[in-house]
């Protein structure tokens, strides 16, 4: 009902809090730091990274759940001491829900919002968990609790409706009708507003049965969500209770909606938001979380004075059914969850900044009467009015007369209306109750099973919706799989998972599972085949990601705390079983597992979270034909920028093509928006069983695919200090890939030169480089040779090129691409001038490395073009030999030809390089027999030819700079050694012996270095002495 009366409307702001959660077990494992903290309303948020670095932040509300509390005995969590800072459900429904029962007991429409990251507590908030009962049952509980006590004043009627939105589509959770596949639909009304067409309103009378109705609901939802192969977090849960309130006496009639919302993970939104994605456009899963950001941040704005043309609730599902409570007629109220854990600094900062914008959104809410009550009031009070003037002028008493009749006749009609409205309330109650008895049933049953057999239990990534499947193994075979018609069956859905998929047997008290051939079953981590005996809490994965959790006989069980098998639980198992784990991350970098670096704590929780969804991916694309297959790789693992300083770790997705080997790499926030697509194209082709008269989906909206780019494979450092003496160098580096391997070996020089490309004499080296100061210099950069190309030896079409980028140049510069050559000579020289050497341009010089960066390539302009096997182009129409045999003698001959071929072609260039090695040394040979010819002449001349003083000066400059070089890497170990948090005296003691071990060498190695140089200066100071005499 849609009030009129916008005089009555009060304007008030969307009400604020912010709640933080205890850490979870991964956070407390982690040794996770607490970035937030909270005085009285404020919120304070530390970055983990800049001690510098915090923010405040004001919100009406602030619920301080992090420590300070304890379990007791009924398993409520309570402050540790009575009036403690930690805020317990009671007191966040005090502040929270009481108002919005006020307001809907006034007739104002109420919402109430949770928003926040995946796991940071918005169900905990909203539903709870056990006994700790959240917002919903508590004010529904409040609600009944005062329609008994003010029977004789009001009669309430409440309904309650719930609903999820996923991908856009509305789904009754309360229905028990089969789903329309377009879902429910949203439809506008001039006096409702928007509203779910057919939405089932169940009438309650109490809170026991809002219980049950939740609970059929979560179960709906559980259903749908492994159905789906979706994560659950992915959709939004609305439950809409309506409350209807009678007063006979006064002819009024209130009425009010109390919409409860707990949203989506707030991170969904930004996974598609944040990055550019060809496909970014096609999403609709992200829809309503984006819209719902745009149309708060519109709101916003608009309170702000600034001039908001539009404002998009039109957009999504989500905002047309929150129109009203944002800018609307309702009071509402938006709880914000945090996770206080270092690695969710960034999300939690976004959510503090989304919720500072909610908060200056305002309503303007109206008490809801019906107009028909309304017109009763008036009525009455144009009665009194007619009646006033009658009795003063006794004229108009005729019409006053008719007035009071059609007043009576309005009121009669209004009584008969109202009981009428009764009785059908009573006929709705009715039928409800039939249903709870039935529903009550079914839960009887199910409890008493769990007392009597073992079963297996759903758990998913939402905590929400684990425990909620429950399979019960009896005595004899019990076949699990889709099949769901035999009576010894029981079935489950999820992405590869067959029609029969194992078989458990209970026989003589033992539980075991055996697979059916060619079905993937996971127990505690590893992969079975056989038949595999069950204990007690073991952890099964069905297919690519079903999860469930094995809960043996009753005498088995101890009363242990399941919880911690959670869906976190299962992935680490997994990721461990492949050899992931955060120990070995830590190895990796050198650091000891109990001083983690946060941000690889993060790559390895991303990897914990990305490895189902990977796996599921794989099993799109396998049963889609797409020919595709995606592995998680961590990038940067090995890296470090041209100050040598590691950058930061991410997880990237490798997608590569079986059959062309072709390579993309894809971001994480990439991949996520792509698995979501990819879920979508499922859902319609397999699921859907459209497959068979389905038009192929386009390559350009196709997301399994995408354009190919040249691909980052690694990099090498070329320092560039001897520049700084003008010296020349010439090095061969290796190009290390992200993950730590050797991707090739690289041959370059960087030689000073004149402005015309001469390279300088040793007569130019500089022993104080602030002699460039101001001077023009020129340097050439020249890349001779790439060796061992691991990416053309895996497969042969591919090419390379070289990337660079030079202090203030604009953009990178890239060497030309060589293809199929494991062994590509680049020869390739570019020449840098700096106009005026700057102190800047001296620093950068004596303090960096050219980054050079390998880039992969895999389509060329020559693709289709057929070549000779010694890359030559053919030109006429005869195919190529390799092409003739493949088609002539079949695969396998044609594989070893290949094979041959490839060979042949390595024994070529090794070939080359023997004779050009070959060739040089000849050079050499000669050179230096002229060498000793023309030395003996000079010799006879001028008496023994050495090297000028200033050149040996450079040499042994040379000597000392690449000595320090592994004295700094030996100070970067040293720096990386630090003892572990957790250390007791004996791991202190042992890190000092250590430590001391790492620091004599660093002092040896250092003090070598430094006696060289010494006894080199030395050496040529005497000789100089020796020449001139000058020095004596
Ligand atoms: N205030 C709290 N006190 C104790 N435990 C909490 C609290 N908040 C959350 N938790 C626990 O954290 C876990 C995740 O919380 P919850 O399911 O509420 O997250 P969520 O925000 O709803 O996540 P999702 O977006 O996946 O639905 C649960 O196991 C819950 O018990
Ligand atoms: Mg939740």
Known sequence: MRARGIEMASKDCVKVAVRVRPFNKRERDAGSRCVISMTSNNITIQDPRNQQNSRTFTFDYAYWSHNSFSRNKDGLFVPEEAGGRYADQANVFHGLGQGILENALQGYNATLLAYGQTGSGKSYSMVGYGPNKGLIPILCERLFQFIRNSQDSRQCQVFFSMLEIYNELVVDLLSKASRSAGGLRVREDQQRGFYVEGLRRVPCDNAVQVEQLMEQGTRTRTTAATHMNANSSRSHMLIIVQLKQIFSKECITKQSNINLVDLAGSERQRSSGSEADRLKEGTAINLSLTTLGNVISALADMALGKKVVHIPYRDSILTKLLQSALGGNSRTVMIATLSPADICYEESLSTLRYAERAKRIQNRAVVNESPTERLVKELKAENAKLLLRLSR???????????????????????????????????????????????????????????????????????????????????????????????????????????????????????????????????????????????????????????????????????????????????????????????????????????????????????????????????????????????????????????????????????????????????????????????????????????????????????????LEPLHLGSAHLWLQSLAFRIPLEEQVEVVGPEGTEEAILQAQLVPCSPTGLPLGEDDILIDPSELLGKRLDFQLVLDQCCGLRWVKEVRKRGVQIGFQVFDSPQPLYSPAVWHNVNPLLDHRVQFTSLRTSQELLNYLQSTALVLELWGLQVSCMDGVQMTQEDSIIIDKIRAPEKMAEETSGSDLSTSLRALHHDLEQLRNTNASLRKENSALRDQLHSARNGVENNRTRQDRRGSLRPSCDAEFAKALKVFYHSMTSVRGQLQRLRRHKPSEEADLLGLRLFVDEHSYLLKDFAEQMEQCVTTLKQDVAAIVRRKREKSGIWS
């Open 393 to 707: 002028l006794g004229q108009e008493g005729r019409k006053a007369d008719d007035e009071t009749k059609e007043l009576r006749r309005l009121l009669t009609h209004n009584e008969l209306q109202i009981r009428a409205i009764q009785t059908l309330w009573e006929q709705h109650l009715q039928e409800a109750l039939k249903d709870w008895e039935s529903q009550y049933a079914t839960i009887t049953q199910e409890r008493r099973m769990m007392q009597m057999f073992p079963y297996i239990m759903n758990v998913n990534e939402d905590a929400q919706l684990s425990g909620v499947v429950k399979l019960f193994i009896q005595e004899g075979d019990w076949d699990i799989g889709l099949a769901e018609n035999s009576p010894r069956a029981l079935a489950i859905r999820g992405l590869g998972i067959q029609e029969k998929h194992a078989v458990f047997s209970n026989h003589q008290r033992r539980v075991s599972i055996t697979p059916v051939s060619g079905s993937k079953v996971i127990v505690n981590g590893t992969s079975v085949s056989k038949n595999t005996e069950l204990q007690h809490l073991d952890r099964l994965v069905l297919g690519s990601n079903s999860t469930y959790l094995y809960i043996g006989f009753p005498s088995e069980r101890s009363g242990e705390d399941w919880s911690r098998y959670d869906y976190d639980y299962f992935q680490s198992e997994l990721a461990a079983a492949e050899g992931i784990h955060i120990q070995s991350l830590c190895d990796n970098q050198g650091h000891r597992p109990n001083q983690t670096d946060p941000s690889l704590l993060a790559v390895f929780y991303d990897y914990i979270k990305l490895m189902p969804m990977v796996t599921e991916a794989n099993q799109m694309s396998k049963e889609l034909k797409k020919g595709v297959e995606f592995k998680l790789e961590i990038k940067n693992l090995a890296m470090s920028d041209s100050k040598g300083h590691d950058l930061e770790k991410e997880i990237a997705v490798r997608v590569t093509s079986v059959e062309s080997k072709q390579v993309w790499m894809w971001s994480k926030v990439k991949f996520v928006n792509r698995k979501f697509l990819m879920e979508e194209v499922y859902q319609q082709e397999v699921v859907g069983g459209e497959g068979a008269d389905r038009a192929p989906l386009p390559r350009d909206r196709d997301p399994f695919w995408d354009p």
